[in-house]
């Protein structure tokens, strides 16, 4: 449970050496590379431009290629394969007909909205005969065009023939809508008169579009030109679809575009005289030999040096567990990386989480999917736990749910009286799934449930406190272990032995041991203080672990809250099923079972990761942990895109 041990170093070389140096740390992939003086700063614009525009490609072509494609592109490639893209691979072609057709689509969408705005324009006006190139206006009369509410039409018209009797009002839609379209010829003499009665009414001028054309003739032309232009975004869709073929070679040219990026970042780092250059950084203290005899069959003129870190740097954290602890690293990023000066606590805790998880699905049939859903992704990408950590944790996850649930008797929400009997067992509880032991329909299995919960609890926040000792023990600090933490693991050893065995003994050790308690928790001011201190310090502890000790309390509610919603989701598929014939009632049974289910599995899953997770993060390194450490971050060649 401790991390990795780091050391600081300098490597100094002739500076003819440069590059060599700097490929063969890129390799190696061992040192964390830090500035030796002031960086040097380069100008990145063309790089970063240029990457830049391959990411474009990139994330353009990614929606446009096959399942074939993206499978190759999730492939590991080889360096060998990444440079020979990059020097072969017609980038600048690339993206230059990505370019063109991303403008082609822009003018064409443009256009197409402009048609759309057009043809609603000209809607009500198709039955217009008139050109609308020609002019609106004659020597004595003028054309208007307008919308009138239908129910004001034989107002007007009235009205028009009282008081501008040489007027002509002709009706040109005829939707039955609320407003229709009208054409008024009205005597130049007769427009003010005329504009006050129909404006009276509901009339709403209308400007139609100056086109060589009809209505009618310009309605359907905007049609066909939408047509061509929706057939070109389609030919440009093929053509990206064409493209895609090349983007399993574009996420080469991107990798190896960051790998420049990462040396170009190097050589800012390093300090350099006329003939030397410098570059420090942090490595793991037992790679040291094998890197300095690296080096060494580089160039002999090449040293490596421990270097001292400066004042307050935070050394770099590099976590190292086992392979069947590693995947539980993926939680302990969740909340932070210890601190340098920390242990890792991974290792503390793997298998509460592990356990907190299963308990709050209690649903053995859950975890057989949640089990085969991320063995079956594992064992088709073939990847390692280093390189996918999460998923191997949910696949363990769904292992140990399955085998912790059976006890409970979780089966996607069944009871043992809707299963065949051959599943089922008479005790003297009632009807039980085999294996099953609580069951957690009845109170006694509730309150099992309940007591199993609050006693991991306590289990956990005893140990997260004999964690907190121990750390302090093994770097020098006996005596504040002893007092302010190993002190609780006394008073807990005597409620123990007086609770089973009761006697003026056990009583007498109690009273001890929260005297002792008292004093310790005091630890640190002055004797004459220390009671007062120490028994402030005791009521804060006996608060916290109340109030920490209830938090354990939803491992239970979580687990009762599968069940439920899970019997939920099966009542429901039932009764659904009772309003259909049998030949109907079936698949909406089987469509509601196996949605119902499966939104159930993702929600719970989810939610026994994160709840499992805050009790680790706030209960559990409350007692121990800090956390805010910096990654160990390598300078190294990475093969994935």
């Known amino acids: 449970m401790t991390l990795v041990q780091m050391q600081k170093v300098g ?14 740390l890129h390799d190696e992939g061992v040192l964390d590379v830090r500035a030796a003086g002031e960086k040097v700063q380069i100008d990145h614009i ?36 990444t440079v020979h893209a990059a020097k072969h691979t017609d980038v600048h072609g690339i993206i230059g007909q990505l370019h063109l057709l991303e403008k082609e689509d822009t003018e064409a969408n443009r256009a197409m909205v402009e048609l759309k705005d057009l043809r609603a324009e000209l809607s009500l006006w198709k039955n217009l005969h008139a050109n609308l190139s020609e002019s609106n206006t004659s020597e004595h009369t003028i054309r208007i065009y307008g919308t009138l509410p239908l129910l004001k039409e034989h107002i007007l018209h009235e009205s028009m023939i009282q008081s501008i009797k040489r007027s002509v009002l002709e009706k040109v839609s005829n939707t039955q809508e609320k407003e229709e379209a009208y054409v008024a010829i009205i ?21 139609l579009p100056r086109v060589d054309a009809t209505p009618s003739q310009s309605y359907e032309e905007a049609i066909m030109e939408e047509k061509k232009l929706k057939e070109l975004l389609e030919r440009n869709v093929l053509k990206r679809k064409k493209l895609s073929v090349e983007l399993p070679n574009l996420l080469k040219v991107q990798l190896f575009l960051r790998w420049l990026d990462q040396k170009q970042e190097v050589r800012e780092s390093m300090a350099a005289t006329v003939s030397t250059i410098t570059l420090l950084g942090w490595m793991a203290a037992n790679r040291m030999k094998e890197l300095e005899q690296k080096l060494e069959k580089l160039n002999p003129a090449i040293a490596l040096v421990k270097v001292k870190p400066d004042e307050n740097e935070e050394t770099p954290v590099l976590l190292k567990n086992k392979k069947i602890i590693a995947p539980f690293e993926s939680v302990t990023g969740l909340y932070g990386l210890p601190l340098s ?17 299963s308990l709050c699905l209690t649903d053995a049939g859950y975890g057989a999917i949640i089990a085969l859903l991320f063995g079956g992704y594992l064992l088709k990408t073939r990847k390692t736990i280093e390189e996918a950590k999460l998923p191997w944790l949910l696949f363990f996850g769904g292992v140990m749910t399955f085998f912790v649930s059976i006890p409970f008797g979780g089966w996607f929400g069944f009871t043992p009286e809707q299963v065949p009997a051959i599943l089922t067992k008479q005790t003297a509880q009632g009807l039980l799934f085999k294996g099953q032991i609580w069951n957690l329909s009845a109170q006694s299995g509730i309150d099992f449930l309940q007591n199993l919960s609050l006693s991991l609890g306590i289990t956990h926040l005893f140990f997260g ?60 001011t002055v004797w004459y203080a220390r009671p007062l201190m120490g028994l402030l310090g005791t009521m804060n502890f006996v608060i916290g672990m109340i109030s920490n000790g209830l938090s354990y309390l939803r491992i239970l509610a979580l687990g009762l809250v599968t ?37 159930s599995i993702a929600l719970n899953t989810l939610g026994s990761f994160i709840h499992s997770g805050r009790l680790q993060f706030i209960e559990f390194f409350s007692q121990f942990f800090e956390g805010g450490g910096k990654e160990f971050s390598p300078f190294r060649r990475t093969t994935s895109s």
């Open 11 to 24: 490597i100094i070389a002739h500076s003819s050496l440069r590059e060599d140096l700097i490929a063969m």
């Open 46 to 81: 063309k790089v970063e431009y240029k990457a830049a525009e391959v990411s474009f490609a990139v994330t353009t072509l990614k929606d446009f290629a096959d399942k074939q494609t993206l499978a190759v592109c999730d492939k590991k490639v080889s360096i060998e394969d």
């Open 187 to 207: 005597w130049k003499d007769d427009l003010r008169k005329f504009e006050e009665i129909a404006t009276s009414l509901g009339w709403t001028h209308t400007s």
């Open 341 to 357: 000066r920390e242990m890792d606590p991974t290792a503390a805790l793997s298998p509460f989480f592990i356990l907190y998880f």
């Open 465 to 524: 406190m004999f964690l907190a000792g121990q750390h302090k023990w093994i770097h020098g600090k006996k005596a504040e272990a002893l007092w302010v933490d190993f002190t609780a693991h006394l008073l807990l050893g005597s409620i123990i032995v007086y609770a089973l065995r009761p006697s003026p003994f056990a009583l007498y050790l109690l009273y001890a041991s929260i005297a002792i308690m008292i004093w310790g928790k005091g630890y640190g």
């Open 563 to 599: 069940g439920a919603i899970a019997a939920a989701i099966n009542q429901v598929a039932v009764e659904m099923g009772k309003l259909f014939p049998v030949w109907l009632a079936i698949p909406v049974i089987v469509i509601i079972f196996l949605g119902g289910h499966t939104v």
